[in-house]
């Protein structure tokens, strides 16, 4: 079993957009000198509705927005670190 190191690199907010796929909003950070893509906001073509995306292995993941709030908003009165 291998063991991951926690990074906590600084993070960036940027507007990436194109005819092809129309407009998205990413978090982008750098690690080790390379340019990644942590997580966008992508739009449904169906119906608009905002979508998180982001890799994972094989596959791209997309979650509602709307959970994604619902966990932030949930997170500070009832997450805590191991050693508190």
């Known amino acids: 079993m291998s063991s991951r190191t926690v990074i906590r690199p600084e993070v960036r907010l940027q507007w990436v957009g194109s005819v092809a796929t129309g407009k998205q909003f990413e978090l982008f950070a750098g690690i080790a000198g390379i340019g990644h893509s942590l997580l966008t906001v992508a739009a449904d073509d169906s119906d608009e509705s905002l979508w998180l995306?982001?890799?994972?292995?094989?596959?791209?993941?997309?979650?509602?927005?709307?959970?994604?709030?619902?966990?932030l908003e949930a997170a500070p009165g009832d997450v805590r670190s191991e050693t508190w």
Not at 55 to 63: L, M, N
Request: net charge negative; hydrophobic share 55%; proline share 5%.
């Open 53 to 71: 995306e982001f890799d994972a292995g094989q596959h791209i993941v997309q979650i509602p927005v709307a959970r994604i709030v619902e966990m």
